[in-house]
């Protein structure tokens, strides 16, 4: 009821029509509210008005003026996506060095193509259409699928750069797996290893016969996520992750791209088209974007 009392507050109640209604409408839509907040809140005030005129404090024509206000559907106001502040994109550059190649690859492409986090961690190459200039990704497992759509997801010269170390001549094995990361640290360690081959443990004799876990053909969701978290020392940084006030958390990758792209290819603020994934929050009304 903040705006309320701030537009009109000292206004008589018989004085208050649709158009007073319909900017307190607009003030909450300046606010950043979502569209369910916005019209229970509407919802209130005429609740607040029925109750007037049944006690005859206001004329019955009040009431049924603002029942003509109808409430915000969802083509009217697209969910505000916030931008990632500095301090997240600052902790994610200094991870970003810390990762392994798989999960960084799998974290760079999100933030170029947009794509979901699910969708990056089980890439195939039966899934790539390397033709033209630029890529395009079928993904097998989507979202949407179940609704029977097809989901494309591009992948221009940034995102071909970092896919190529990652190519394999096997179309049916996930490009980016546990099992080939956990090789190539071990061979990594191998090789830097101080001690003489002649004296201490041999390569791999010390390795359990049974692990309790193995590494996988693919990643989860939580891949790019763990190191985040190892990062984030405290409370508050856990809590950013979710809010995206300190940590930028993986589903959040495409709505970075989506506003990066905007910010390149885009003279003037606008809204995709609804079928565009991410959609980015615009305070124009949807036929002049």
């Known amino acids: 009821m903040r705006p309320l009392r701030k537009l009109y507050g000292p206004t008589a109640a018989a004085e208050f029509g649709p158009l007073k209604l319909i900017a307190v409408r607009d003030a909450m839509i300046a606010?950043?509210?979502?569209?369910?907040?916005?019209?229970?809140?509407?919802?209130?005030?005429?609740?607040?008005?029925?109750?007037?005129?049944?006690?005859?404090?206001?004329?019955?024509?009040?009431?049924?003026?603002?029942?003509?206000?109808?409430?915000?559907?969802?083509?009217?106001?697209?969910?505000?996506?916030?931008?990632?502040?500095?301090?997240?994109?600052?902790?994610?550059?200094?991870?970003?060095?810390?990762?392994?190649?798989?999960?960084?690859?799998?974290?760079?492409?999100?933030?170029?193509?947009?794509?979901?986090?699910?969708?990056?961690?089980?890439?195939?190459?039966?899934?790539?259409?390397?033709?033209?200039?630029?890529?395009?990704?079928?993904?097998?497992?989507?979202?949407?699928?179940?609704?029977?759509?097809?989901?494309?997801?591009?992948?221009?010269?940034?995102?071909?750069?970092?896919?190529?170390?990652?190519?394999?001549?096997?179309?049916?094995?996930?490009?980016?797996?546990?099992?080939?990361?956990?090789a190539e640290r071990r061979a990594k360690a191998a090789a830097a290893r101080k001690t003489p081959l002649s004296c201490g443990n041999r390569a791999g004799t010390n390795r359990k016969a049974k692990p309790k876990k193995i590494p996988g053909e693919y990643y989860s969701t939580m891949a790019t996520t763990k190191p985040l978290l190892k990062r984030a020392k405290r409370p508050a940084f856990l809590i950013g992750m979710f809010t995206n006030c300190a940590i930028t958390p993986p589903r959040s990758y495409g709505s970075n791209s989506a506003l990066r792209l905007q910010k390149l290819f885009l003279a003037t603020p606008r809204c995709p088209p609804r079928c565009c994934m991410p959609r980015i929050h615009c305070e124009k009304p949807r036929a002049s974007c």
Not at 38 to 64: D, M, T
Not at 94 to 119: C, I
Not at 170 to 182: K, N, Q, R, W
């Open 31 to 182: 606010l950043g509210w979502t569209r369910v907040s916005i019209n229970k809140q509407i919802g209130r005030i005429r609740q607040f008005f029925r109750w007037a005129v049944s006690r005859e404090l206001v004329p019955s024509n009040i009431y049924q003026a603002l029942m003509s206000v109808r409430g915000l559907a969802s083509a009217d106001l697209l969910p505000r996506i916030p931008s990632p502040s500095a301090r997240a994109q600052a902790t994610l550059d200094a991870t970003l060095p810390q990762m392994s190649r798989h999960v960084k690859a799998m974290v760079q492409l999100q933030l170029y193509t947009g794509a979901r986090p699910g969708e990056i961690t089980t890439m195939k190459m039966a899934d790539l259409e390397m033709s033209g200039k630029v890529w395009k990704y079928r993904p097998a497992q989507h979202k949407t699928r179940h609704h029977g759509h097809v989901r494309v997801i591009l992948l221009g010269p940034q995102a071909q750069a970092v896919l190529k170390d990652f190519l394999r001549t096997d179309t049916t094995s996930y490009l980016f797996s546990p099992a080939d990361a956990t």
